[in-house]
């Protein structure tokens, strides 16, 4: 049991370039997110989905796009990289939220 | 909206002294309540959950109670160890809302 996959775990970009991290989860999961992490912030919730085909915004949405096809998948796109989006982005996965969240292990992502 | 707040850290103990981290949340109903614990490097993983008043949750040495008179879920654990330095989040879910806190850092010396 794989649990929650993040690739890839680091990356830089550069200003104005695309990108996309993936997030697989492999517990059948209905509700998939996407955080991001940055000192002294805590987490704060980018965008969420409650089941395949379902997507809503979260705390800070602005620069970022998801879909989400299947229930495994729940790719985040960044569509134009700005230096304010470096930070450790988590996706992290639960079937009922009081089982709490499966996190993945990351992607650090610093934009040049 | 609902919320958390957790004590300001760092937290700086010596190995085997008695933790305390405190929680307290701001929710319109009866959350499920959750301490995670983030090594250096690496995501979050769930350390112990309680899911209503009174419940004990308990891992590895740590348990928390989940007092819905003072709207708190403290973590404790007797004696710390060098491998118990993390940053904590305290976190509560009510149906689809997740809101984690902002994160506790324990450091625990030899």
């Known amino acids: ?112 | 909206g609902d919320s958390v707040t957790q004590m300001k850290g760092p937290v700086t103990l010596s190995e085997e002294a008695f933790l305390t981290i405190n929680c307290t949340y701001t929710a319109t109903g009866y959350p499920s309540l959750f301490w995670y614990v983030q090594y250096p490097g690496e995501g979050l993983q769930l350390l112990l959950k309680a899911t209503k008043a009174d419940d004990k949750g308990s891992n590895k040495g740590f348990e928390a109670t989940y007092r819905k008179e003072t709207t708190s879920f403290h973590l404790e654990k007797g004696s710390v160890q060098v491998s118990d330095s993390a940053v904590y989040f305290c976190a509560l879910n009510y149906g689809q809302n997740f809101v984690f806190g902002p994160g506790t850092r324990l450091s625990v010396l030899p």
Not at chain 1, 38 to 52: E, K, Q, T
Not at chain 1, 90 to 112: I, K, M
């Open chain 1, 1 to 112: 049991n794989a649990g929650v996959t993040q690739t890839p775990k680091f990356q830089v970009l550069k200003t104005g370039q695309s990108m996309t991290l993936q997030c697989a989860q492999d517990m059948n999961h209905e509700y998939m997110s996407w955080y991001r992490q940055d000192p002294g912030m805590g987490l704060r919730l980018i965008h969420y989905s409650v089941g395949a085909g379902i997507t809503d915004q979260g705390e800070v949405p602005n620069g970022y796009n998801v879909s989400r096809s299947t229930t495994e998948d729940f790719p985040l796109r960044l569509l134009s990289a700005a230096p304010s989006q470096t930070s450790v982005y988590f996706c992290a996965s639960t079937r009922q939220g009081a089982n709490g969240y499966t996190f993945g292990s990351g992607t650090r992502l610093t934009v040049v």
